[in-house]
């Protein structure tokens, strides 16, 4: 009987290291592979600045290209303007000379 109780108490413990064993092993995996949110988390504060400089960049580059075509569509309604323009002269032009040929000038 003593041999059994013996044994016994020897599975209880080994039963109680395997369940030790078994939560280690659990923290440990929970270390090594986190889930996938953390591993972001984590990503966007180790890469808090480098993101943040990129983000201002892009905001920056967009910001130039509005301010590019702005320009560029200002440059075009002057020269559009300064068509038009020409061919208020031309016209002008043609009808006074139509006018004096009419007369016999």
Do not use: H
């Amino acid at each position: 009987m003593n041999e059994i109780e013996n044994l016994r108490e020897i599975l209880s413990r080994l039963d109680q290291k395997i369940d030790n064993l078994e939560t280690k092993i659990d923290k440990l995996q929970k270390k090594l592979s986190p889930p996938w949110w953390k591993s972001f988390a984590k990503f966007l504060v180790n890469n808090f600045f480098t993101i943040l400089t990129l983000v201002s960049l892009l905001i920056i580059a967009w910001k130039a290209w509005e301010f590019y075509n702005d320009i560029y569509n200002q440059i075009e309604n002057v020269r559009s303007s300064a068509d038009s323009l020409r061919n208020i002269s031309t016209g002008a032009k043609n009808s006074i000379r139509g006018f004096f040929e009419g007369l016999g000038f």
